[in-house]
Nanobody, 121 residues
Framework: VQLQASGGGLVQAGGSLRLSCAGSGRIFSSAVMAWFRQAPGKEREFIALIRWGGGRTYVSGSVEDRATISRDTAKNTMYLQMNSLRPEDTAIYYC???????????????WGQGTLVTVSS
């Protein structure tokens, strides 16, 4: 299983980005895919998750009015749309795959390499 995150970059405050996470191989409907982020000097933070089959989602309260998680099962790809970006959103964003509906990073077995999002003020 490989996950490839992409879509990060430098954006001005107030701007938007759509992050993608492409998965290799078959993703079973029971799988849970999630986004986490880690800012310099901080712990990894849960952002959002989605059940692959059915598309049930949950977004952290810290970003819920600015973030949308989605997936395209035909493309084996998960997305994170982030709007109204703030400098404090600057972090490496990671995608992960697991089997449990969990906000805890250690519940996820497979991780992408991360994509850097930098928000300038």
């Amino acid at each position: 299983v490989q996950l490839q995150a992409s879509g990060g970059g430098l954006v001005q405050a107030g701007g938007s980005l759509r992050l993608s996470c492409a998965g290799s191989g078959r993703i079973f409907s029971s799988a849970v895919m999630a986004w986490f982020r880690q800012a310099p000097g901080k712990e990894r933070e849960f952002i959002a998750l989605i059940r692959w089959g059915g598309g049930r989602t949950y977004v952290s309260g810290s970003v819920e009015d600015r973030a949308t998680i989605s997936r395209d099962t035909a493309k084996n790809t998960m997305y994170l749309q982030m709007n109204s970006l703030r400098p404090e959103d600057t972090a490496i964003y990671y995608c992960a795959r697991g089997t449990q509906w969990s906000f805890q990073a250690d519940e996820y077995r497979y991780w992408g390499q991360g994509t850097l999002v930098t928000v300038s003020s």
